[in-house]
């Protein structure tokens, strides 16, 4: 709950008070006549029985005399306070009356507005765009009231319990609050007439509480918005100290809201140990909203580097939100966010949202994090088990919570988690690599990437070199990671901030002498400026690098058939009558697999560069071409050697890249076999030897194969594929026949090999093609299946080869579960031009393949069903399926309904239900929520209602035909002043209205 909403909630406390002190002084002036009252008052999660109300009275008509005097004073300063408080109305006993009399009818209009008794806050903070960091715009929802009932010479104590419906909101909703008043002929003193005053004025609000108090609920997540900027580090540790394992931070609201605390809480809430979570508050009310929403969600999520795997909850509470689309709005906030990689959803909502089941829906209970306060949320008390019993995921249950120490900053909201969901395990998954290490003038420049969760509460990251020969650290150097698109790629959905994990950082090594030694590098994320504390280390292999030599790589590259090798070799040694040369070096056996001699060329820039202290600076480069033909190259480095005395070794290269293409597989002629594309793969070094080779994957079978020739491909060699060996001689266009091979209806696929043997055998690399299928015989589509009244209009096509003179044709409706035709209907094919006209002209019965039918549905289970077309030539059935398909819609809406003067209820409305296609009897049930029990029911003939078949409601089953009008329900003598009452709607299966059934719960209307 936001400040604003807390202001909104106090100011409904005082207004609350104002009437009450009102009532209070009217009842007060009224006992000093009539000398008779008592009061009891029940809290949440107290109760107290009608015999403790009684021995109160009793104790309290045991007053004395003395006591009367001493308490006619004290009456009178009350009197006089109450009245002052209430808005300076301190004229006399008539204006007092007469004030407590007009705020008594203004509690009775408010409390006619409320039918449910459960004593409920349901609010979470939430602003509009233009939020500072002092406040954020939500409105709180009071759904809850206590009800004060004043009856002279009765004593009534009601207990009201909502029954159970298919209506969830009522159904999780208990009796929190109860303020009995029992008047009873008697003689009473001032002083109780005082004790009525100062109860009728006593206003119930939510405890507050310190977090981690064993009195109360266990608070497992806190969950914060901008109001809340002012926790400190300290806070969040002192949360992790008390038992709180997630923090869930407020980031986005609408399309263009950002928190702006939420990347700092974020930072804290990692830093102490918690996990985090994160909520959008929605505004949307339509599909296009809602993915624009999500989509903000998404970038926001993005821009601080949260991993793709991060929980966030769509809070649904704002009343811009209501619409018969929630559902279908709120599936697409998902798809937004879903496509941008985050698919870990779940849902925030209150019992009294008004789609709450339908928001539900799209995760499920075990996914929905429930919002109620009770006035006492006692450890393992009623409403704790209520929720974990009704299977929701995690309760907030108190908006009052404290750290201790720190009440006088705010108050915290607090959840506790049922089934794991607000209290995911932190992950500490790790990856990174040392990309290149090269000596550069004087000094060494390390490049690489480390990604690790546990950089999110270790944010300074190093470079740390060690001499391992020496057994000592060198130096550090710290580094801001960089963006790193490939480990974006691979690891964003799993490790924290991954895209955010690069280094590229110069070490110098002025005054220190590394000659011989073997070096290691060290990547660490640490939680002090220093880079000690706690921290996680990534550690290189050893390297041997020499201090009196240097020179880069510039370019390692296959070009053609060739590696170009480019770059420069700076020494200090004579290189009088020494050949250079560069070598190919197989990294897993040791073994040189080419050398070539070159001429060294100018490099004036190395010179400017700060090498020109090197003896050859001036003439140390080298631009090689060096043929790869017959070589494995898949993990290679290169070598650059002065002779025997110097050498520099490059990085790492891995070559074994692949791509490929077919353009084209198509039947010619009969059965050949028309293929072209390209194939280029670097294991074509060592593998000469080309082919291609039909393959029958229905049968199991090579067809065919022939070699081929390599085809000039220069779009290859300026695609991506350019760095592949060979890639512009990479391409094949050739027919293949495939003799008398009965295809018909087969799954063909055509693999490109390279092999380094003759007959394609040997060690091979392959590039299959997608599958073909040849001639397929059947195919078709639902075009619709749709309820229209009491019948299932189904409308599509089928296509087939196997059709004849003699098929028939009809369309089955299939249950889903149990696999039970539950109907069948024959048909007649209708012209389908457009059938053939879209590709399935080859299809015998193109042209008449639709289908249109009406399917009756009464007595038929359609809650989950198939469809079903078949053609039945002989023996021979040849079939296409649709999806399945659920009709379980369940609509109505009560127009009107009163009681008139003999007690007999007169009710009118709608109700249609696809259930209804199995329960065909209709009955009106009026059942008292104050009494809990039926009044009566009257069973009635549905009327037309073609208002409902045009309505959003008309898929539904029966939609035009589901009306009842002025259908009478003789309640006897039950009726009660002052009752809440209830229209149910039923179908059953049975004539009596019992049996299986599915109801509609319609709002209580209080008499």
Request: aromatic fraction near 10%; charge should be neutral; glycine fraction near 8%.
């Amino acid at each position: 709950m936001d400040y604003r909403r807390k202001k909104r909630a106090l100011s409904h406390y005082r207004k609350a008070n104002k009437k009450r002190f009102l009532l209070a002084s009217s009842v007060t002036m009224m006992a000093f006549s009539t000398g008779m009252y008592t009061t009891q008052v029940a809290k949440a999660d107290q109760t107290e029985t009608t015999a403790q109300v009684q021995q109160q009275t009793v104790e309290t008509t045991q007053a004395t005399t003395e006591e009367k005097t001493k308490l006619t004073l004290n009456t009178e300063n009350s009197s006089q306070k109450t009245a002052a408080e209430n808005e300076g109305q301190t004229e006399n006993d008539t204006t007092v009356t007469t004030t407590a009399t007009e705020n008594m009818q203004l509690q009775d209009t408010e409390e006619s507005k409320v039918t449910d008794t459960t004593q409920t806050v349901e609010a979470k903070a939430e602003p509009t765009e233009t939020e500072t960091n002092k406040q954020e715009n939500v409105t709180t929802q009071l759904t809850d009231k206590a009800q004060t009932t004043v009856e002279a010479d009765k004593q009534e104590t009601q207990q009201t319990t909502q029954p159970t419906a298919s209506n969830e909101v009522t159904a999780m909703q208990e009796t929190a609050t109860k303020n009995t008043f029992t008047v009873q002929t008697a003689a009473f003193t001032q002083n109780v007439a005082n004790n009525v005053a100062v109860s009728l004025a006593a206003t119930l609000t939510p405890d507050h509480f310190n977090i981690g108090d064993s009195n109360y609920t266990r608070a497992d997540a806190v969950d914060l918005a901008s109001y809340q900027s002012w926790l400190t580090q300290a806070d969040f540790n002192k949360l992790k100290q008390l038992g709180v394992k997630t923090a869930i931070v407020k980031i986005t609201q609408g399309t263009g809201y950002v928190n702006p605390a939420a990347s700092k809480q974020i930072e804290y809430a990692r830093k102490a140990g918690l996990n985090v979570a994160v909520y959008h508050y929605a505004t949307f009310d339509n599909t296009s909203a809602g993915h624009a929403e999500g989509q903000h969600a998404a970038n926001t999520m993005q821009n601080f580097g949260l991993s793709k795997d991060t929980l966030i909850f769509a809070d649904m509470e704002d009343e811009s939100t209501y619409s018969v689309n929630a559902q279908a709005n709120l599936n697409r906030f998902w798809s937004a966010l879903s496509a941008n990689g985050f698919t870990n959803h779940a849902v925030y909502t209150g019992g009294s949202y008004l789609y709450r089941d339908a928001v539900i829906a799209t995760v499920g209970r075990d996914r929905t994090w429930i919002a109620q306060y009770p006035y006492t949320p006692v450890r393992g008390g009623h409403y704790e088990q209520q929720w974990r019993n009704a299977g929701y995921g995690a309760w907030q249950f108190a908006s009052t919570a404290y750290i201790p120490g720190r009440e006088s900053m705010g108050s915290l909201d607090v959840s506790h988690d049922f089934t794991g969901l607000l209290t995911i395990p932190v992950k500490n998954q790790e990856a990174g690599n040392f990309d290149e290490i090269t000596l550069n003038g004087n000094g060494i420049n390390i490049r690489g990437w480390h990604a690790a969760d546990l950089s999110a509460s270790r944010g300074h990251a190093y470079v740390i070199v060690y001499d391992k020969s020496a057994g000592k650290e060198l130096g550090r150097v710290a580094y801001t990671p960089t963006y790193r698109q490939d480990v974006a790629n691979s690891y964003a959905k799993n490790i924290y901030n991954a895209a955010n994990s690069g280094f590229n950082v110069n070490f110098s090594l002025a005054g220190i002498d590394i000659s011989g030694h073997e070096l290691q590098f060290i990547a660490r994320y640490s939680d002090a400026a220093n880079g000690e504390g706690n921290h996680t280390d990534m550690w290189s292999k050893g390297y041997v690098l020499l201090k009196n030599e240097v020179g880069n790589f510039d370019e390692v590259k296959v070009v053609g058939n060739q590696l170009h090798v480019r770059g420069w070799h700076a020494t200090d040694r004579d290189l009088n009558g020494v050949t250079s040369s560069l070598q190919i070096i197989d990294n897993q056996t040791g073994r040189v697999l080419r050398t070539v001699n070159y001429s060294a060329v100018a490099r004036p820039d190395v010179v400017k560069n700060g090498y020109a202290s090197y003896k050859n600076a001036a003439n140390s480069g080298f631009d090689v071409y060096i043929p790869l033909n017959g070589l494995d190259i898949s993990n290679i480095k290169v070598v650059a050697k002065y002779g025997s005395i110097a050498a520099l070794t490059s990085r790492d290269y891995r070559f074994d890249h692949e791509a490929n293409y077919f353009d084209d597989i198509s039947i010619r002629n009969g059965n050949q076999l028309h293929v072209s594309g390209w194939h280029a793969a670097d294991k074509a070094t060592t593998r000469p030897h080309t082919f291609l080779i039909v393959f029958d994957k229905t049968a199991g079978r090579e067809l065919a194969r022939v070699s081929y020739t390599a085809l000039n491909r220069n779009d290859v060699a300026n695609s991506f594929a350019g760095g592949i060996y060979q890639a512009g001689k990479s391409g094949f266009d050739t027919v293949i026949s495939l003799g008398n091979a009965d295809i018909t209806e087969h799954e063909l696929q055509v693999v490109a090999r390279y092999s380094d043997v003759t007959n394609g055998e040997g060690n091979r690399t392959d590039a299959w093609s997608r599958p073909i299928v040849v001639a397929k015989r059947d195919t078709g589509f639902f075009d619709e299946v749709r309820l229209v009244n009491d019948k299932l209009h189904v409308r599509g096509w089928h296509a087939s080869d196997r059709v004849s003179a003699n098929t028939v044709a009809n369309i089955e409706v299939i249950d889903t579960k149990t696999g039970r035709v539950l109907r069948s209907v024959t048909y007649t094919p209708d012209l389908r031009l457009d059938v053939a006209k879209n590709g399935y002209a080859s299809y015998k019965n193109a042209t008449t393949s639709g289908f249109d039918v009406y399917i009756p549905v009464a007595g038929l289970d359609i809650s989950n069903i198939t469809l079903v077309a078949n053609y039945t030539t002989n023996s021979y059935t040849t079939k296409i399926t649709s999806n399945n398909r659920n009709f379980e819609r369940n609509d109505g809406y009560l127009d009107k309904f009163y009681i008139d003067g003999n007690n007999v209820a007169h009710v009118s409305g709608w109700h249609a239900t696809d259930k209804a296609t199995t329960k065909p009897y209709a009955f009106i049930i009026i059942y008292d929520q104050t009494a809990r029990k039926e009044l009566g029911r009257s069973q009635y003939t549905t009327v037309s209602r073609p208002d409902v078949l045009r309505s959003y409601a008309g898929g539904t089953y029966n939609a035009g035909n589901s009306g009842f009008s002025d259908v009478k329900v003789n309640l006897g003598k039950n009726i009660l002043k002052g009752h809440s009452l209830q229209v149910i709607t039923r179908y059953t299966d049975d004539p009596k209205g019992d049996g299986a059934y599915t109801d509609i719960w319609f709002p209580a209307v209080r008499v």
